[in-house]
């Protein structure tokens, strides 16, 4: 059974940085996609950012792109979301996901926000104060 735990949230004001972790347990052979998604109160959930285990390729939402970056020393464990210049809009619950691909696949471009994530952590609380 894979699990996904997120760290690393907190309150920081604007302007700063925090960086998100989600370490997983229970990967088995193969390649997965990793994507970090975002839920504010009162809003839908938003995706952030993705990551293929396969040939490291990431992607962002226009709404982060060029503040935040994932990263993975293999692709799949951990991932890792440095988050800067951070603003009040960003305030949500991250939540790291995950889902199991052929071994070799990698993740199309513009795939990450609509895929079947099979596994989901719990979250973890960002909160940025103006």
């Known amino acids: 059974e894979v699990q996904l735990v997120e760290s690393g949230g907190g309150l920081v004001q604007a302007g700063g940085s925090l960086r998100l972790s989600c370490a997983a347990s229970g990967f088995t052979y193969g390649d997965y996609a990793i994507g970090w998604f975002r839920q504010a109160p009162g809003k839908e959930r938003e995706w952030v950012s993705c990551?293929?285990?396969?040939?490291?390729?990431?992607y962002y939402a226009d709404s982060v792109k060029g503040r935040f970056t994932i990263s993975s020393p293999n692709g799949k464990n951990p991932v890792h979301l440095q988050m800067n210049s951070l603003k009040p809009e960003d305030t949500a619950v991250y939540y790291c996901?995950?889902?199991?691909?052929?071994?070799?696949?990698?993740?199309?471009?513009?795939?990450?926000?609509?895929?079947?994530?099979?596994?989901w952590g719990q979250g973890t609380q960002v909160t940025v104060s103006s």
């Open positions: 990551i293929s285990s396969s040939d490291g390729s990431t």
């Open positions: 996901a995950a889902d199991p691909l052929p071994s070799g696949r990698p993740v199309l471009a513009g795939t990450c926000p609509n895929r079947s994530y099979d596994y």
